[in-house]
């Protein structure tokens, strides 16, 4: 059963006020625009994106007493953030309130979304739970999209909106955004995709803003490539391996999109192979087969992690000399094709890791300058001795 709105309690927009910390017109009129349409908020960083959706949660946790709110953010230091700035903010219940991340076991995960209201969690988890029926989709009243210029392509965003409304959900979408970037064809996608019906845009020259911003002298400082486009180029090899290894399984086993392949997932796909199994949909010399694929999807997974360290060329190196006596799953991995390419850029990057400049460019550039600066300063300081 959908949650039933509380009339008494709609008819009041409650909004954070104090003599320390004066209402912000833009941002109130940002929440009486978002409260009653999906929409999208572009801010500056530092200008009060987190207030803004606290507010909204608020209300509709009050103005919903049954529903359920989720604010979804990209990674988990994001979400731990949010988490407590959303819960100072306005005082949302705790009791009330849950982290949920690909940590904590399915079953617990799914008691979790039926006892709790409010959820802080990764797009991931969301995706993977509402594909496993984990959560009563109806009783979503409201989703916040932090960091939503990310809601192109395949990413977990797109795949979440189209989950909930082939179940016919009805929600409201409030997305967030510093940086809706340049490119109109993808800012319109991004629009498309949350379903965004108002854009509320403002920018650091806006006269609203005039007496909560600074002015800013910029310089752009180019930095040479590092070698972290190495490790993404390790990361998208290893990704087109688990595709040719995915495309050996029937849909009914694994359906899902190798870019965003987790060892949750990989471990939920067999265990939806032993369910089939148990039904008798196919027999035992197809169940070895497609157990021992997924395997190496596992084995692909581990090496995924191991694309920044500097000791992954010894380790494939050492596989390549010892084939002949590796068990099936990694030697099927190690006669990859593509694997030889996966040896040559560990190579790469074993050699340039050495270097503060190769493995974190812009930390080396940022460490320069400012030494640059600090002598420049040291120089330029008068001592006076007072006796």
Known sequence: MRPSIDLSLAQTLVFPSSDGHPIRNYQLDICKTAIDSNTLVVLPTGLGKTLIASVIMYNYYKWFPTGKIIFLAPTK???????????????????DTAQMDGSTEAHKRKKTWASKRVFFCTPQTLQHDLQNSCIDNEKIVLVVFDEAHRATGNYAYVEIMKLLNSKNTIFRVLALSATPGNDLKKAQQVITNLQISNLEMRCEDDHELKDYTHTKDIEYVMCEEGIASVESLIRKELSNIMRDISNKLPPNIFNKNTENLSKM??????????????NKEFNSDNYHIYRSIIQQLLIIDEFKKDAGNPEMISKLESFQKRITTLEP???????NPKFNKIVALAKKSRHDNS?????????????EILEVHFDKSKREVSYITLS
Do not use: F, H, W
């Open 77 to 95: 230091p994001l979400v731990l953030q949010q988490i407590t700035s959303c819960l100072t903010i306005m005082g949302i219940s705790e009791v």
């Open 265 to 278: 997932l990989i471990e939920e796909g067999l265990n939806d192979l032993d369910r089939l199994y148990s």
């Open 329 to 335: 799953n990694l030697k099927a991995i190690i006669q």
């Open 355 to 367: 270097s503060l400049k190769l493995r974190q460019p812009k930390v080396a550039k940022l460490k």
